[in-house]
């Protein structure tokens, strides 16, 4: 069983061949879908596993792409450095957006709640311009790591591919395992989880930080990619497609994270061709898979490989 | 010695009303205690009470001669004292074998860090978590239904499950609320059986809250009757039956 869970592995093998196939622009494209797919693993371990319908993501996700930016701009360090301060500190904002949620707020007034800390944030992005640049935003330097400039697409390829397959294997290995379980737990029944003796709190609290730890870390391949950020890039329009992201691909799913991730990423770029119909086939899009595939596109893989079924939002 | 569960002037009071007014009582290891009485008797508070579900007005509860009327329910859980849910407590989301993984959490050794960097001792421990929770469901003839989700389980299976996963870290103290509700009769006969072994074989304390009349008095050696968050009457089925109040209690004032 585990053995033959192992071959999942593989799949990043196969993509290492990809920017050889794929022109500049399309290259851009696959990194863009590298980036969202920490960004929607680290949402749906909130909203999917431990099951609270809070909207903070896109503040861990600012809040990771400016470290790195500022880490790199003012203090001059190389992007690699600031991946993990990046994560840590997404991942103290994802502990301090669990308070609402520890002291007893649920459903709808947590998502109103948890929504306001994301235009929270985005207040502080415009007003403490000395640092993160204002409205205007701020110039991120040429990312590189361990002195190899990462000044092509490609390159930024196989950095991101290389950190988006870690924090899959860390999510899935934390997923699988009794912190996994109590997550899902809690989300079933918060006082029968109490009654196996499970600290809830401690594991809402744990919940939201390793979403903005990884969500973080999201941030700050974005930075690198784009090398610009402006609040503009944090607001709500960008939550919602980040919503979308692990509602398309499947709640409570890693690999409906990656499809998500994919689709809602790479289709914009297609319809891109068919001017003026593009906000159309987007939402069309969406509306066709939820109608047709509630349980996301992970449900569509599951069926198609018992391998994939790592769905731990089953009904 | 002291007793398994020491219930001492417990009191719950809700703004002002009184669900809980003064009760006292034991319990012993091996013991099977019911707790019976019409709606709004107060069972259920004093239970979610003694869980840490509900903090008491007044009074103590002691687990072992220790209080623990001031601690939270995962603490209470986690020293022994297991329940089972009136509506049923199982995690839909999760096949009867996780289910049972839950109950067992406190057990599973495996350390945050350890887990993250896939450490051998936390693969280990999952591993023996994982056998302990199959030999557990094939004792109550449910590995079977091992790895179906809970809500394909039937009612009677989805009973026998939450039983074996409030019984997984083997309490000395199972409180069951209201286990027969919806079960054949059969079933019940069957989870009779099971309700008196489990005192009688290894030695646990049972308090039962049940209407399932006949259940009650064929399995409790003591029934404690409550009406209006009191204690009326407190003893073995038969004195119980014979008594006045109980009747009054049900059926109001002759």
Redesign the interface.
């Known amino acids: 069983m585990r053995g033959g869970r192992r071959i999942v592995w593989l799949i990043p093998l196969l993509l290492v061949p990809l920017p050889l196939v794929l022109d500049q622009y399309q290259q851009y494209v696959a990194n863009l879908i590298l980036v969202y797919v920490p960004v929607g693993v680290g949402f749906n371990v909130v909203v999917g596993n431990l099951g609270q319908l809070a909207f903070s993501n896109v503040a861990f996700f600012g809040i990771g792409a400016y470290t790195a930016g500022i880490l790199m701009l003012k203090l001059g360090l190389p992007w690699w450095i600031t991946v993990l301060p990046a994560g840590v500190m997404g991942g103290i904002a994802g502990a301090a957006a669990s308070v609402p949620a520890l002291r007893g707020v649920r459903l709808f007034y947590l998502a109103i709640m948890t929504l306001a800390f994301g235009e929270l944030m985005r207040w502080v992005y415009i007003r403490w311009e000395p640092v993160t640049g204002g409205s205007f935003g701020m110039a991120v330097p040429e990312a590189s790591v361990l002195g190899w400039a990462l000044n092509v697409e490609s390159r930024k390829f196989y950095a991101f591919l290389v950190l988006v397959v870690l924090v899959i294997m ?1 999510t899935d ?2 997923l ?4 996994g ?2 997550f ?2 809690i ?3 918060e ?10 709190d401690r594991y809402i609290l ?1 919940g939201f930080a390793w979403g903005g730890f990884v969500v973080g870390i999201a941030g700050s391949m974005y930075a690198a990619l784009v090398g610009h950020l402006s609040p503009a890039s944090f607001d709500l329009t960008e939550l919602i497609l980040q919503f979308a992201i692990i509602m398309v691909g499947g709640l ?1 799913s890693l690999a409906g994270s990656v499809l998500g991730a994919a689709l809602l990423t790479a289709a914009p770029e297609f319809f891109r061709d068919l001017p003026g119909f593009e906000e159309l086939l987007f939402a069309v899009l969406i509306i066709v898979v939820i109608l047709f595939l509630p349980r996301g596109l992970a449900s569509l893989l599951a069926r198609a490989h018992p391998l994939f079924d790592d769905r ?4 | 010695m002291a007793a398994l569960l020491e219930i001492s002037d417990v009191s719950v009071r809700f703004g002002g009303l009184t669900a809980v007014d003064g009760v006292s009582f034991e319990v012993s290891a091996g013991e099977v205690c019911a707790l019976i009485g019409p709606n709004g008797a107060g069972k259920s508070t004093l239970f979610n009470a003694v ?1 840490g ?1 509900v903090v008491i007005s007044s009074g103590r509860v002691l687990l072992r001669g220790a209080p623990i009327q001031h601690l ?3 603490e209470i ?2 020293r022994g004292v ?2 089972t ?1 009136q509506n049923g ?6 096949t009867a074998l ?1 289910n049972v ?3 067992l ?2 057990q ?1 050794a ?1 350390g ?1 860090l350890g ?2 960097c ?1 450490a051998e001792s ?1 693969r280990r421990a ?1 591993a023996a ?1 994982t056998r302990r929770a199959r030999e557990l469901l094939a004792l109550m003839e449910l590995d079977q239904v091992a790895d179906h ?1 809970a ?1 394909e389980l039937s009612g009677g299976q989805q009973r026998m499950v939450e039983i074996v ?2 019984l997984a ?1 083997d309490p000395p103290l199972l409180l069951l609320d209201e286990p027969a509700v919806g079960l054949a009769p059969p079933m019940r006969d069957r989870l009779g059986g099971i309700i008196r072994r489990l005192a009688k074989e290894r030695g646990l304390g049972i308090v039962l809250i049940e209407h399932a009349i006949e259940l009650v008095m064929s399995v409790s050696d003591r029934v404690i009757v409550l009406n209006y968050g009191r204690k009326v009457a407190d003893g073995s089925p038969a004195e119980v039956r014979a008594d006045k109040r109980v009747l009054e209690a049900y059926l109001g004032h002759a």
């Open positions: 860390l290995r934390l699988r395992s009794r912190f379980r109590a899902v737990a989300k079933g029944n006082e029968a989880a109490a009654a196996m003796g499970i600290p809830t744990l409570g731990y939002f089953r009904e | 869980a579900n939270t329910p995962h859980s986690a297991r329940r849910f407590g199982l995690f839909a989301h999760l996780e993984l839950v109950g959490h406190t599973v495996s945050f887990l993250l896939g936390s999952e978590a989700l809500s996963r409030a870290t």
